[in-house]
T-cell receptor, first 115, second 114 residues
């Protein structure tokens, strides 16, 4: 079974441009989570989605960031008008169901660099 | 979320067992204890989880103290590929939207010497 697929693996944007990060969860997984890892910092939760619904966006910056997980297709994390501080590794994880005893399966991330 | 405390770093020799400790004195009765690891340039990888009893899987063992205020991840024979940052995470039981997320601390950097 294919794991969580994220693309692109590396993305370079200039300040002010838009960045779109894609995440295809494992087959049969309907729960998706996005995390961000800033340079020299730990992983921070951003948003949790379940097919077409945002369940928890408590970690999302209030402006410029949005996420979706449509009925068909991958989950998308969108960053508008990127700034240097958005440079980070963005990881997506998925699980088949929700529950505190359920592991999350991670992709290898998208490394976003802002020029 | 209840907090965990781990040593910043540990070292081991290849082929030797490694015991990675984690303190979680404020754990609640229904919190699960999860361990993940992150190899360089990769996403986190699930290792093991447990609630009260010790657990074993193909990757590791998890020993949970009787009072659940601490736990130890055991790698029975370390290999060079086990060099990673190991995270001990408490997950609250279902009952609110916050139980979906994983709260990562700084973890323990494990160095394995040949």
């Amino acid at each position: 079974n294919a794991g969580v697929m994220q693309n692109p693996r590396h993305l370079v944007r200039r300040r002010g441009q838009e960045a779109r990060l894609r995440c295809s969860p494992m087959k049969g997984h309907s729960h998706v989570y996005w995390y961000r890892q800033l340079p020299e910092e730990g992983l921070k939760f951003m948003v949790y989605l379940q097919k077409e619904n945002i369940i928890d966006e408590s970690g999302m910056p209030k402006e410029r960031f949005s996420a979706e997980f449509p009925k068909e297709g991958p989950s998308i994390l969108r960053i508008q008008q990127v700034v240097r501080g958005d440079s980070a590794a963005y990881f997506c994880a998925s699980s088949p169901v929700q529950g505190s005893n359920q592991p999350q399966h991670f992709g290898d991330g998208t490394r976003l660099s802002i020029l | 979320d209840a907090k965990t405390t781990q040593p910043n770093s540990m070292e081991s020799n290849e082929e030797e067992p490694v015991h990675l400790p984690c303190n979680h004195s404020t754990i609640s009765g229904t919190d699960y204890i999860h361990w993940y690891r992150q190899l360089p340039s990769q996403g986190p990888e699930y290792v093991i989880h447990g609630l009260t009893s010790n657990v074993n899987n193909r990757m590791a063992s998890l020993a949970i103290a009787e009072d659940r205020k601490s736990s130890t991840l055991i790698l029975h024979r370390a290999t060079l590929r086990d060099a990673a940052v190991y995270y001990c995470i408490l997950r609250a039981n279902a009952g609110g939207t916050s139980y979906g997320k994983l709260t990562f601390g700084q973890g323990t950097i494990l160095t394995v010497h040949p």
